[in-house]
């Protein structure tokens, strides 16, 4: 006797329960693709999309929004590296990933280092955190400097353009408590008022632990 | 409207109710009609094959990624990854546990590749991959994503049956050749949906942006220190045409692509298109692995007797 997933046919009972799980499915899979979108999503999107199918479909890795737009040649998708440094030290040459590495191996590096140069405020430099504080035996030390750069894309018919930094940390152990101390642009640092330069020794420190990451 | 109103108006208007009995039928034919697996078996040795590519890349880095000193430590992916995210990685806490898991995770994509035991390995390779993902989800890319599909829809189907370890030991056990089925049928339409849906989405997400307007775009692409394209860059160069050419080309095989495979006449030529145009799309962009995956999900169509 043949097993009933064997039949050629399913019973009428298999395919109503099979019918059900494919129209839930396929709208889960319409809900990822339009709640995932770079351009954001609806609350009622979102909403629904979280309490009815994440639960399931993330776990799967099937909540995917598949906006594979390859390129917009924006100076943002250009190629992105990670350089890591115990601070302080010129002399020694930086830890540079993905290094010699290539085809699938190095685009996970790549990723990572776009990852740590656009992550979210809410974030709050987890990741650059993260990845510095794994460094700390690679540099042989507990203060790095954690820097992601990127080489622009090159515009057709324009020359090569030298690589930019997208972000830049600084990840240390103090008193074995971990410390993040994020280099801003230097066109979103606000500029430094002092009437009084004796009276305020706290702006000082935070400006020098800016240089500092710098 | 009610379930009664529908009634009514069905039963009132003779071509309603045929097109909604029609609607069913072509729904019940494209899900539950038995179809040859052969055609699956032919998906699940190249999603194998690209799946475990994809696995090592990963060997080399792996403890410096998740190890217990590692740059992506558990905890902090739990926080950052998003809450219903679940990884069987996580419970790996020493360097060993976490070479034993990637190494099973290794063997049952080697089993999946020759299918043997295919109905238990198939969905524990989806678990697996699913897991690895999430271990540390900023590492994936468009191919992780695409291998997740494809392995999830084995999951589902009879991937084993012809092809494998599984049928030659059938066969010497003399059972009997297996037969069209419906689950064949449904694996091989969700991968016509998932082919149709994901080049529908990187074509809508193409046109958000300008340089696949002004036909710039495959310069950008074949620019890219990523890209395979490389030496087409002195042609693009000297011709914006040319630039032009491949850019729109793309876009328009896209589209071609996604509502191709859902007319009687063009499937298998437009099927079989992709299984030449996804890998040179992903080529030019750097991402030949998610090229060749893509490439999958035209596979039984192209191959449909």
């Known amino acids: 006797m043949s097993k009933p997933l064997d039949n050629p046919t399913p019973s009428p009972v298999t395919q109503a329960a099979v019918t059900v799980a494919l129209a839930v499915y396929l709208l889960g899979l319409v809900l990822s693709i339009v709640g995932d979108s770079a351009s954001g999503s609806s609350s009622l999107v979102r909403t629904i999309k979280g309490r009815l199918f994440a639960p399931w479909m993330v776990p799967a890795w099937l909540d995917l929004g598949f906006d594979y737009r390859l390129t917009y ?4 998708e250009g190629d992105y590296g990670l350089e890591v440094r115990r601070h302080g030290d010129a002399q020694t040459a930086p830890l540079r990933l993905p290094g010699r590495a290539t085809g699938e191996r190095a685009a996970r590096w790549r990723r990572l280092a776009r990852s740590i140069a656009v992550e979210d405020s809410d974030r709050d430099g987890l990741l650059a955190a993260a990845v510095g504080r794994g460094m700390f035996d690679d540099v042989d030390g507990e203060d790095v400097i954690v820097r992601v750069l990127r ?7 324009g020359p090569p353009r030298p690589p930019v930094q997208a972000s830049s940390a600084r990840v240390r152990m103090v008193e074995g408590e971990l410390q993040l101390i994020r280099a801003e642009p230097r066109g979103e640092v606000a500029p430094l008022v002092r009437p009084d330069a004796d009276s305020d020794t706290s702006d000082r420190g935070a400006a020098d632990a800016v240089e500092a990451a710098q | 409207m009610t379930a009664r109103s529908v009634v009514a108006r069905s039963s009132s208007d003779p071509s309603s109710g045929a097109g909604i009995a029609a609607l069913g039928d072509a729904w019940t034919r494209f899900w539950f009609g038995p179809v040859d697996s052969r055609p699956l078996a032919l998906v699940r040795i190249g999603a ?5 590519v994809a696995w090592w890349s990963y060997a080399a880095d792996l403890q410096a990624w998740f190890g217990p000193a590692g740059i992506l430590p558990a905890d902090a992916m739990r926080e950052w990854r998003s809450p219903c995210g679940f ?3 996580d419970w790996a806490a020493s360097p060993v546990a976490l070479t034993v898991l990637f190494g099973a995770t290794g063997v049952v994509l080697a089993l999946l590749l020759v299918g043997f035991t295919t109905p238990v390995v198939a969905p524990l390779a989806a678990v697996l991959w699913a897991s690895l993902l999430h271990r540390g989800p900023m590492l994936a890319g468009p191919a992780d994503d695409c291998l997740s599909i494809l392995l999830w829809c084995l999951a589902i189907g009879p991937a084993g049956e012809h092809f494998s370890f599984d049928s030659w030991l059938g066969g010497r056990a003399n059972r009997s050749a297996p037969r069209p089925g419906w689950r064949a049928s449904i694996s091989q339409g969700l991968l016509q949906v998932h ?6 989405a990187a074509v809508l997400a193409q046109f958000k942006g300008d340089v696949w307007w002004n036909g710039l775009a495959a310069w950008y692409l074949a620019a890219s220190p990523r890209s395979g394209a490389g030496d087409l860059l002195p042609l693009l160069e000297r011709s914006e045409y040319l630039t032009n050419l491949f850019t729109h080309g793309v876009t328009a095989f896209e589209i071609f692509f996604a509502i191709g495979l859902w007319c009687g006449p063009t499937q298998r030529f437009v099927a079989r298109i ?3 145009g996804w890998p040179l799309v992903g080529l030019l962009a750097g991402e030949p692995v998610w090229g060749l995956a893509m490439a999958l999900f035209a596979l039984p ?3 449909r007797r």
């Not at chain 1, 040649?73 to 943002?76: A, I, P, Q, S």
């Not at chain 1, 080489?151 to 018919?157: A, H, N, Q, Y």
């Not at chain 2, 194998?48 to 475990?52: G, P, V, Y």
């Not at chain 2, 082919?195 to 529908?200: F, L, M, R």
């Open chain 1, 151 to 157: 080489t622009p894309l090159v515009d057709r018919g």
């Open chain 2, 301 to 303: 169509l192209a191959v």
């Open chain 2, 274 to 276: 992709g299984l030449i």
């Open chain 2, 87 to 89: 990884s069987l990685f």
């Open chain 2, 48 to 52: 194998a094959a690209i799946a475990l």
């Open chain 1, 73 to 76: 040649g924006n100076d943002e």
């Open chain 2, 195 to 200: 082919a149709t849906a994901i080049a529908a």
